[in-house]
């Protein structure tokens, strides 16, 4: 069992950025995919960010892509997304996400409770 837990959000500009990080407790993150997704008021969750569980390997989500950095530290037991350049469109609740199997087609089964992210155009 993986305890998450999400910190860093809130309010930002449009081209700030801002810092999340997740925590793992209860359990090792060296051991899983981990992703970051959000979900905006009426849209679908989407992946923003995943590292491979030794961090070899990332993806991004288009719209993200240049602007946001996933990355972690195993002995620290965090992931972090640094966002850059933000934009209105960004604002949603951002989740941390622990999965396995193949990475490009990671299942994701431990979830944090979230943290709000607001960019004010």
């Known amino acids: 069992q993986v305890q998450l837990v999400e910190s860093g959000g809130g309010l930002a500009q449009a081209g700030g950025s801002l810092r999340l990080s997740c925590a793992g407790s209860?359990?090792?993150?060296?051991?899983?995919?981990m992703g970051w997704f959000r979900q905006a008021p009426g849209k679908e969750r989407e992946l923003v960010a995943a590292?491979?569980?030794?961090?070899?390997?990332?993806s991004y989500g288009d719209s993200v892509k240049g602007r946001f950095t996933i990355s972690r530290d195993n002995a620290k037991n965090t992931v972090t997304l640094q966002m850059n350049s933000l934009r209105p469109e960004d604002t949603a609740v951002y989740y941390c996400?622990?999965?396995?199997?193949?990475?490009?087609?990671?299942?994701?089964?431990?979830w944090g409770q979230g943290t709000q992210v607001t960019v004010s155009s």
């Open positions: 996400a622990a999965g396995g199997g193949t990475f490009m087609t990671a299942r994701y089964f431990y």
């Open positions: 209860e359990g090792s993150l060296r051991n899983y995919h």
């Open positions: 590292s491979s569980w030794s961090g070899s390997s990332t």
